[in-house]
């Protein structure tokens, strides 16, 4: 299986900044990534495939970008929405795997 | 809009089987997507537990293969996931999701707990 690990565990910040979130494979998973935000009590959504193609809908402050082995999820200018867990997942090869999740908070 | 929405029982005791069934509305269910399952628990986060095409193709996770099976009834626009020989380990929030590559639509998720 690829092993998705994700770093920081938690993090804190404020309106207004920028974060970044790291997403590593153990494997090269060919750009074969996705980025989920996932909000107390409700199902994952999807917020960035194909490394960094934004889905339809979501703010242009969520960025993606990477390659091989290592993916970031980048996110300027802060809201108050954004506090929750952010997701990687690797669909290049089954079983699927995710990240174990970047919990957010807004200070 | 296409919804997906799981349904079956919350409590399962173990040793038997969970059963899960996953409605889709608001569109048809055969087309090219695969309909999975996925649950997720404090324990071991979100995990793939296994796929079906439209046609009844299915791939499980290794991890629960010898348990697992899934179903999809086309006539009724919904599939469904059988997990037997439960334990407290299985206890988790388990969603239905549609599969291109990436998971663009899940349901609410269904927790179903494992005890006796």
């Known amino acids: 299986d690829i092993r998705m690990t994700q770093s920081p565990s938690s993090l804190s910040a404020s309106v207004g900044d920028s974060v970044t979130i790291s997403c590593r494979a153990s494997q090269d998973i060919f750009s074969s990534l996705a980025w989920y935000q996932q909000k107390a009590g409700k199902a994952p959504k999807l917020l960035l495939y194909?490394?960094?193609r934004l889905e339809s809908g979501v703010p242009s402050r969520f960025s993606g970008s990477g390659s091989g082995t290592l993916y970031t999820l980048a996110i300027s200018s802060l809201q108050p929405d954004d506090s929750a867990t952010y997701y990687c997942q690797q669909y290049f090869t089954s079983p699927f795997t995710f990240g174990q999740g970047t919990k957010l908070e807004i200070k | 809009q296409l919804q997906l929405q799981e349904s079956g029982p919350g409590l399962v005791k173990p040793s038997e089987t969970l059963s899960l069934t996953c409605t889709v509305s608001g569109g048809s269910i055969s087309n090219s997507y695969y309909w999975d399952w996925i649950r997720q628990s404090p324990g071991k986060g979100l995990e793939w537990v296994g796929s079906?095409?439209?046609?009844?193709?299915?791939y499980y996770n290794p991890s629960l293969t010898s348990r697992v099976t899934m179903s999809i009834d086309t006539s009724r626009n919904h599939f469904s996931l059988r997990l037997s020989a439960v334990t407290v380990a299985d206890t988790a929030l388990y969603y239905c999701?549609?599969?291109?590559?990436?998971?663009?639509?899940w349901g609410q998720g269904t927790l179903v707990t494992v005890s006796s």
């Open positions: 194909t490394t960094s």
């Open positions: 999701a549609r599969r291109g590559h990436y998971y663009g639509l």
């Open positions: 079906i095409s439209y046609r009844g193709a299915t």
